[in-house]
Nanobody, 125 residues
Framework: QVQLVESGGGLVQPGGSLNLSCAASGRIFSIYSMGWYWQAPGKQRELVASITSSIISSGSIQYADSVKGRFTISRSYAKNTVYLQMNSLEPEDTAVYYC???????????????WGQGTQVTVSS
């Protein structure tokens, strides 16, 4: 059993900052990548940022064009935790933010995708 628990969402004024965190726990053998997706009302879930393991793969980072220069993703390997520092927030960033991890639960298991429950971020004056 694997759990992803997000925290750090809330209400913030335009131009403000929030820091999201997501901790993975349970039966984890290795994590290939972790990331953040957002979903606004009536829209599809889309990638915000992702980071691959520097131990298993290239350690590459990817951002959605709309957040480049404003959001920073980082990861703690020791804590199996991924963070999303969000600065210069805009009303268009309002959405439910979901944590995502691509991981294996044992040496013989295939990689699988796991999701957190989501955390609401609202940017409004």
């Amino acid at each position: 059993q694997v759990q992803l628990v997000e925290s750090g969402g809330g209400l913030v004024q335009p131009g403000g900052s929030l820091n999201l965190s997501c901790a993975a726990s349970g039966r984890i053998f290795s994590i290939y990548s972790m990331g953040w997706y957002w979903q606004a009302p009536g829209k599809q879930r889309e990638l915000v940022a992702s980071i691959t393991s520097s131990i298993i793969s290239s350690g590459s980072i990817q951002y959605a064009d709309s957040v480049k220069g404003r959001f920073t993703i980082s990861r703690s390997y020791a804590k199996n935790t991924v963070y999303l520092q969000m600065n210069s927030l805009e009303p268009e960033d309002t959405a439910v933010y979901y944590c995502n991890a691509n991981l294996r639960t044992s040496s013989s298991a295939m990689p699988s995708i796991y999701w957190g429950q989501g955390t609401q971020v609202t940017v409004s004056s």
